[in-house]
Nanobody
Framework: QVQVVESGGGLVQPGESLRLSCNAS????????MGWYRQTPGKEREMVAA???????KYRESAKGRFTISRDVAKNTIYLQMNSLKAEDTAVYYC????????WGQGTQVTVSS
């Protein structure tokens, strides 16, 4: 069983930045593929950014150039640095781990509003 815990959400104004963190338990962290999805009410969950165990990275189109996903193996943690935030980035952000199956965190709210 892998425990996934997100942190770092909050309320910011348009154009500001936030960094989300996601800590995953277990000694096999270097074998995990991880990433971030987000969801708003009434909509399906959508992929934001992902990083595989080999370090391959992908982003949704609207996140390219603004968001950066990174990984710290020593801390069992990945990060999502979000810059130039827009109102449409408002959502609950969920971290996941894929290690033979999907594990999800509880989600962290990001609100971008003036």
């Amino acid at each position: 069983q892998v425990q996934v815990v997100e942190s770092g959400g909050g309320l910011v104004q348009p154009g500001e930045s936030l960094r989300l963190s996601c800590n995953a338990s277990g000694s096999a962290f270097s074998e995990y593929s991880m990433g971030w999805y987000r969801q708003t009410p009434g909509k399906e969950r959508e992929m934001v950014a992902a990083i595989t165990a080999l370090g391959d990275i992908k982003y949704r189109e609207s996140a390219k150039g603004r968001f950066t996903i990174s990984r710290d193996v020593a801390k069992n943690t990945i990060y999502l640095q979000m810059n130039s935030l827009k109102a449409e980035d408002t959502a609950v952000y969920y971290c996941y781990v894929f290690y033979y199956r999907m594990y999800w965190g509880q989600g962290t709210q990001v609100t971008v509003s003036s």
